[in-house]
């Protein structure tokens, strides 16, 4: 090993070492990346060494020269920090010598000298001091316990709820990767239980003028991408609350959101709201459309519809809170999985935004059926984006054009109005209402 840096040899050394003390029930790789949050390539940190425990990793090494010691003391706080950010278990420095390691626990936030055999015994005896199967029961006193801890977010109902859920024939075990998950249909119940009631059967948008004359014109509605949200930390929020983010890769996480198409509405109490006019609505220039949801097209396989769950504060998410210590419980080695996480973490927000009263459908498009797929560049963000258009006539489409509102700001709003509603006679995308108008203008005459 070189005086000043480990040369390549060293850290397959180390690879090789730590992958026959560890055995089989191990993989160890060199050079990986790990993070909090898979959306940005930015936020990876690059390891030496990852060992992984089925697909999870769990330790993360730094190979340094011996010289390294003698900065260690200025360095400390860097490299717990870095092994915390990512939320590793176990992170390592071996300075070349088994005796000269450094050993951080995600328990401790604290790095203490260790040796590596003793490093060796603390990783596996953290992992298999009972290999037995848990039972089902194990999964649900563990979401109770977690509960009682956890500001009771979960009403006596809704832990009922859950209960029924968790049944030899929804429950499965995976031997290999020694996780406990539900099937599709059980795991979708429980995320909604979780989010909060839709109470109602009619939703608003607000969107640009030009987005309205598209629909009426082409007969088509746009779902954009997720990628192209207004707020960037939407996308990172809930990975990055749970820490899920350090389990899967970027490739997979990009094209994930680039095939999950999203339409972000509020509930009636927002309809024709002053503040939502300024935020979303080119500053009280655009319009709101309102929609009637047919809920018997919500399938939980390509359209997904739910109100969004707001946390409490800055840091605190109850409904994330009980994700997050669920998916990091174990026991005798197994742990649960949350495989539909990827649809439903798109439901959960910062509480900076309550005042949105979001409802957000989802659409993710099957590989077994066409959808009519493009990209854009986002005039909003100038993001490029894909888009999925849908026939407004389109039976499986499950929110029906009932009206339109014009901004209270815009440019020649009642001419428009009178342009829009003669365009619709001929167009018929929004079904003429029994009395009045389809388009109409807002309510709101002091707008500033």
Known sequence: ???????????????????????????????????????RLSTKKLFDIVVYKGDRP??????????FQLQISSQRDYYI???????????VIYYGKDENCLLYQKESFDINKCSFNDIVEIVTSKHNTNTEKPIINNVIDEIIKINDHNNNCLSDNQIEEIKKLFTEERVSFN?????????????????KILLPK???????RYTSLNSLFCVIKDKTIGMCSITCMNDKGELQYSDSYINHGLFSASENMQEQDNNCFVLSCCDSERGDNLTMWRLYANNGKG????YEIDNGKIDDETFFLSPVSYGQSQNRHDELELLKLLSDWEKNGWRFDFRRWHIWKHFFKSHNFADEHEIRLLFIPQKDKEADINWILDS???????ICRFNVNDTSFPLKHIQALIGPKCPEQICNVDQFNYMNSIQKVFEKPTE??????STITDYR
């Open 1 to 39: 090993m070189s005086i000043l840096m480990p040369e390549p040899q060293d850290v397959e050394f180390l690879k090789n070492k730590f992958q026959e003390a560890l055995g089989e029930e191990y993989v160890v790789e060199t050079h990986k990346e790990l993070s909090n949050s898979f959306w």
């Open 58 to 67: 769990v330790l993360a090494a730094e190979y340094k020269s011996f010289l």
């Open 81 to 91: 920090e870095k092994f915390e950010n990512i939320g590793i278990k176990f992170g």
């Open 175 to 191: 031997d290999n990767k020694r996780t406990i998950s539900l099937d599709t249909k059980s795991e979708d119940a429980f995320f």
């Open 198 to 204: 839709l109470s109602q059967n009619k939703i608003y």
């Open 287 to 290: 319009v709101c459309i309102e």
């Open 380 to 386: 909003t963000n100038n993001i490029a984006s894909r």
């Open 436 to 441: 009045g108008k389809a388009i109409k203008p």
